[in-house]
């Protein structure tokens, strides 16, 4: 997920400005293709300038403490302040697919299927580094297939 840290505006404050780099590295997720997506990527680096400069807005962490030493600073209140009309609307677009994007979980849904293909409820105490060889041993070879 280092390709999207971006969107959180505290990581933008204390690592440096978006770069068009930073949303070229969208490219690794299906999504970047897709017909609607790819323009609002491309649209984006129109608007870095504009969102660096809504970032650097952002009060200091001295200044966004409550009486208990809290943050008060609101991610989703940020992106819902600066969704439309803030020379920030393809960024805000693109996020709506980077948080509806789900990552596979087709490996660990395999690992497990072969744990409980292989270990019975007997075999509980088995060691776990015995386990894992196992496990390893198993997943590799009905990957190479």
């Not at 780099?21 to 504009?50: N, T, V």
């Amino acid at each position: 997920m280092k390709a999207v840290r971006f969107f959180n505006p505290l990581h933008v404050l204390a690592s440096g400005d978006v770069t068009e780099a930073d949303i070229d590295g969208l490219a690794l997720f299906r999504f970047a293709k897709h017909p609607r997506l790819a323009p609002k990527i491309q649209e984006m680096k129109s608007e870095i300038s504009a969102f660096n400069t809504i970032v650097k807005a952002i009060k200091p962490a001295a200044e966004r403490l409550d009486p208990k030493g809290k943050d008060t600073f609101d991610l989703g209140n940020f992106w819902r302040e600066n969704e439309v009309g803030k020379g920030v609307d393809a960024f805000a677009f693109v996020l709506r697919a980077v948080l509806a994007n789900s990552p596979n979980s087709i490996p660990p849904e395999r690992v497990f299927s072969i744990l409980n293909d292989t270990f019975e409820d007997d075999m509980d105490s088995s060691y776990a580094d015995y386990i894992e060889l196992s496990l390893q041993l198993q997943f590799n070879d009905r990957t190479r297939e």
